[in-house]
């Protein structure tokens, strides 16, 4: 919108929520639709940015059905917008296309190692397939797309629920609760910032390159780790608690992105610490903004009617 472009956000509000794009209505270039892409959708756009889908692993597993019906008929009606409208797509795949990886760091040209019956399944294989339509429509219609496999991202406007281990340790850190460690926290994951990622996929958006290409950052960490950074940025007391493993939880994670870096001259720029504390920031205003709304229904005045005698 500040390039000139106008742009239509299309949510159901599953994940999503209002109070995140607010700040934009009644700008000339915004406009806000809800709407769900397992419906059809009719409208005249150039490029489609087709991010709909639960990500955090709660929320995708909370109704896998609908996990896969927005990837795959929610895929295929964006795709079959695009044939409509000639605009190009791109497909915000995901580094879970990967599986549990037997090759590290993951670069695009290895399959994965995915359990296709898993409780995963849904977004792993609901993203594989999305990937699958992606290249069909491409080939059989010449549909132009472009795939984004996006790695671990966090930033302010994280649901306070995402259930993802950001928003989950830094909750737990500000409120003194202990930080839920999954197994023994010896898995890996890379986590990048929330406008590096924006500023990848609008670069890829607008390249040339129509193969998929990893979006993340390389720096990796253990969860343990992980978990005694946030406390100690937070300043926390909070201790950690170590609770049953996650079924099928990859073991380790990292992006490979030399093809983002030769491709598209892109790269993340936000250090770890300085996006944390940023993260950190904006989950303590979303606590000090729980607190002052929460609805406190008022005692009913009773209703006396006049001129009659009450028998409780
Ligand atoms: O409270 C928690 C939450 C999570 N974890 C662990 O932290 C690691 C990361 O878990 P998350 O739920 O944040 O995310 P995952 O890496 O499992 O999945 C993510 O992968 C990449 C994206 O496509 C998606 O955003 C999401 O599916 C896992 O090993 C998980 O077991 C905890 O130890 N404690």
């Not at 209505?25 to 709407?35: A, K, S």
């Not at 201790?239 to 493993?245: A, M, T």
């Not at 030769?262 to 770890?272: A, F, H, N, T």
Request: with cysteine.
């Amino acid at each position: 919108m500040m390039d000139g472009h106008e742009v239509t956000v299309v949510d159901n509000f599953f994940t999503g929520r209002k109070r995140n794009v607010e700040h934009w209505i009644g700008h000339e270039n915004f406009e806000l639709i809800n709407h769900d892409v397992v419906e059809p959708l009719y409208v005249e756009v150039d490029q489609i940015y087709h991010l709909a889908s639960p990500a955090s692993p709660p929320n995708y597993m909370y109704n896998p059905i609908k996990t896969l019906k927005t990837n795959t008929i929610g895929t295929l009606n964006m795709l079959g917008l695009a044939k409509r409208v000639g605009a190009r797509l791109l497909l915000a795949s995901t580094s879970e296309v990967y599986g549990d990886p037997e090759v590290h760091p993951q670069n695009e040209d290895y399959w994965g190692h995915v359990n296709p019956i898993g409780p995963r399944a849904c977004y792993d294989e609901g993203k594989r397939v999305a990937e699958t339509m992606c290249y069909a429509y491409m080939k059989q219609e010449g549909v132009e797309v472009r795939v984004a496999r996006i790695f671990n991202t966090f930033g302010p406007r994280m649901h306070m629920n995402d259930g993802r281990v950001v928003s989950n340790f830094i909750l737990q850190a500000l409120q003194g609760e202990p930080l839920t460690v999954y197994g023994p926290g010896t898995q890996t994951r890379a986590f990048q910032y929330v406008s590096d990622l924006v500023n990848g996929l609008v670069a890829l958006m607008n390249s040339n390159v129509s193969s998929p290409v990893n979006l993340g950052n390389p720096e990796e960490h253990t969860i343990l780790e992980f978990a005694q950074l946030i406390k100690k940025l937070v300043g926390s007391g909070s201790e950690i608690q170590f609770l049953s493993e996650a079924q099928d939880d990859p073991q380790k994670r990292k992006p490979d992105i030399r093809k983002a870096k030769l491709l598209l001259g892109w790269e993340p720029v936000v250090p770890l610490e300085e996006g944390l504390n940023k993260a950190i920031h904006y989950f303590r205003k979303e606590l000090e903004y729980q607190a002052n709304n929460q609805y406190i229904p008022k005692p009913k005045p009773a209703r006396i009617k006049k001129g009659r005698t009450r028998h409780n």
